[in-house]
């Protein structure tokens, strides 16, 4: 029997929206203060008035909703999966300002994919755009890799048993320290260290590149931050192909890697539990996963002759792999290369690691290799126990941070995402079609979106159908948050209307 | 999670250094599959 929420369950969820809500507006103070750095006086009026209306929508939530009830499951769940909705309205108002979307709804497309690290876009003429907008896109897909409830988290809300319940419905369910405000702090450390790190390697690989030293080190933070966070924007919309600079696109693909592993293994790793990297099961099925789908594409893209020498042949077919699989969504080729050049079976190599992904509590989507591996592993359980004498026992593990015993919650978990995973990409795919694009294009551009890629094989782009757009915001939004809370936020909806009192 | 800070330090260090030699060694086989790929089937 489910019941009907009552009057505190709704003032409990708006009370941390409104937590959340601030924490946006706080953030949006970093491009007002580059618009004024970069003497860019309509980017901080607007930068201005986008700040004022979001505290103040954030303070009006946390004011009328004010409770001291702690978030109970149902709460969480909704509060994170509405977390996100309104952030992407919110966060969009800038961007509408600026002048470089169509519509309102092109300016929640992009903030949507840039929190779900998507990286699709629907700008126009980004190239000139100002600094600071073009900076707000990228914190946007900072913010969301690291989580919008971790952020929240970091700054806002107490680390008490719902907060941690706030924390699994973003899709991070490994608690890598005691508390969970800890956790939070965790993952800012760890994105810190390597921002000063990536940051510091692509500004001299600019630099040497020729770009002049302010716009290399513009550059360069904002790709570090697309590419930490598996995001996939770029300052220019001709992505990492802007730069003609090899150097550039081995250190993106560190740092997409480097973003698709678990914070909770970095955590063991950099504590001195080194042995854990080759162990690991997300590790070891991510490399066997990367070259059997690397093998498909090469294959894919030999098959249609496209390149002439074996290094453009190796260096754009791995980058894209890579830039796929990780979940990132940068790219050395034109969009319609994909469609003109690599052909069926290069775009199915490319599209079927989009769909597998990185590894859980990372900033990457998909279905993630670590429920790859678990149904792998379960798979041969099953096939061995056929096998070996009806009396034996056996017994399957997992290594992950520790030997695990493979029980069935863990197989039918996994098999519940990947099957929804599943379900996501074909919605996609269905819609594309009724669009009017070809198979292979509506289930590249689908799975891109599910998957928080941002590959674009031509179909995004700011003239495609609204109701396209649409259902990829929904994409993104579902692909990202895991479906859990995406589930509890409809139930409770359902139950509003349909609950016993 | 800190209980001296040069351990600390130094088990951090060797961490990200040795998640770097995992990249690179994921790099080096990616592109290592591509130049055996090209040179077997071209």
């Known amino acids: ?34 618009a004024l750095a970069y ?23 946390s004011i009328i909703c ?17 977390s996100w909705i309104v952030a992407m309205f919110v966060s969009a108002l800038p961007l509408y300002l600026s002048g470089h979307y169509g519509s309102y709804l092109d300016a929640s497309f992009e903030a949507m994919s840039g929190y779900a ?10 190239d000139h755009m100002a600094s600071s907008y073009n900076f707000w896109r990228h914190l946007i897909m900072f913010m969301g890799g690291q989580g919008i409830v971790v952020i929240a988290l970091t700054f806002l809300v107490r680390g008490t048993a719902g907060a941690f319940r706030m924390y699994v419905g973003e899709a991070r369910d490994e608690k890598i320290m005691p508390n969970v405000v800890e956790t939070a702090r965790f993952i800012w450390l760890v994105s810190m260290v390597y ?51 090899f150097l550039f696109e081995i250190i993106t693909i560190s740092l997409m890697l480097l973003g698709s592993i678990n914070f909770a293994l970095h955590y063991v790793v950099w504590t001195g539990n080194r042995r854990e990297l080759y162990r690991n099961i997300e590790i070891v099925t991510l490399f066997i996963s990367i070259i059997v789908t690397l093998s498909i594409t090469a294959w894919g893209v030999l098959e249609k002759n496209v390149y002439a020498g074996s290094l453009p042949f190796s ?5 894209h792999l890579i830039s796929g699989h990780t979940g990132t969504g940068f790219s050395t080729i034109y969009p319609r290369q994909f469609i003109n050049e690599w052909g069926a079976l290069a775009m199915f190599g490319v599209t079927l690691a989009m769909a597998i992904g990185g590894s859980v509590c990372s900033t990457t989507g998909a279905i993630k290799v670590f429920r790859i591996g678990i149904i792998y592993k379960a798979l041969r359980q099953e096939i061995k126990k056929m096998l070996i004498p009806e009396t034996a026992i056996f017994v399957q593990k997992i290594h992950h941070i ?65 109701a396209l757009k649409i259902v990829y915001i929904l994409q993104m939004w579902a692909g990202r948050l895991e479906f859990i809370a995406v589930m509890v936020l409809f139930g409770m909806v359902i139950a509003t209307f349909r609950g016993k009192r | 999670m800190i209980k001296t800070p040069f351990r600390t330090i130094w088990n951090a260090v060797l961490g990200i250094s040795l998640e770097l030699v995992l990249v690179y060694i994921f790099i080096f086989a990616g592109l290592a599959i591509c130049f055996i790929w090209w040179t077997v089937f071209k």
């Open chain 1, 315 to 319: 260096s754009k077919t791995f980058y």
């Open chain 1, 1 to 34: 029997m489910i019941l009907r929420p009552h009057l505190d369950d709704y003032k409990i969820i708006g009370f941390y929206l409104g937590k959340i809500t601030i924490s946006i507006g706080i953030a949006m103070m970093i491009p007002f203060i580059i």
């Open chain 1, 402 to 466: 520790k030997d695990i015993v493979l029980e069935d919650k863990y197989v039918r978990i996994s098999a519940i995402i990947l099957i929804s995973y599943v379900n996501l990409y074909i919605f996609g795919t269905v819609a594309g079609m009724l669009c009017g694009y070809s198979l292979s294009e509506a289930l590249f551009e689908s799975v891109s979106a599910a998957a928080n890629v941002g590959l674009s094989c031509g179909i995004t782009s700011p003239t495609m159908p609204s």
């Open chain 1, 117 to 126: 690290t998507t990286g699709l876009s629907l700008a126009i003429d980004l």
């Open chain 1, 195 to 245: 921002l000063v790190l990536g940051s510091g390697a692509l500004s001299i690989a600019g630099i040497w590149g020729g770009l002049p030293p302010l716009k290399a080190i513009f550059d360069s933070v904002c790709i570090f931050m697309a590419a930490w966070d598996t995001g996939g924007f770029a300052p220019q919309s001709q992505s990492i192909l802007f730069y003609h600079n």
């Open chain 1, 66 to 82: 004010y409770t001291r009830k702690d978030l109970a499951t149902m709460h969480a769940m909704s509060v994170a999966a509405l």
């Open chain 1, 39 to 61: 003497s860019e006086w309509q980017g901080a009026a607007d930068f201005l008035l986008s700040i004022s209306f979001t505290l103040l929508v954030g303070t009006l939530f």
